[in-house]
């Protein structure tokens, strides 16, 4: 097992993951970091037009590992 953290940002406001997670293996990260968006993006109305949610994801290490993110564009046809 290894410790990976999932940092959150919403439309550029970062919140660092303090605690971190063990996961087995790096499929494991992927899908945590797939898991943990699809529940943010539940969570969350856009604000205004655009919004960007990302988890970025790093090792003990600080390394940058993957980064996931959903970008939310809202166009009203009148």
Not at 44 to 70: I, Y
């Amino acid at each position: 097992m290894a410790l990976y953290f999932f940092d959150f940002s919403d439309n550029g406001v970062a919140q660092p993951d303090e605690v971190g997670t063990d996961l087995s293996s790096f499929d494991a990260v992927k899908r945590e970091a797939v898991s943990a968006l699809v529940d943010a993006v539940k969570e969350v109305l856009p604000d205004g037009s655009h919004r960007e949610l990302s988890f970025n994801v790093r090792d003990e290490k600080g390394r940058q590992l993957l980064r996931v993110a959903m970008t939310f564009h809202i166009q009203i046809d009148s």
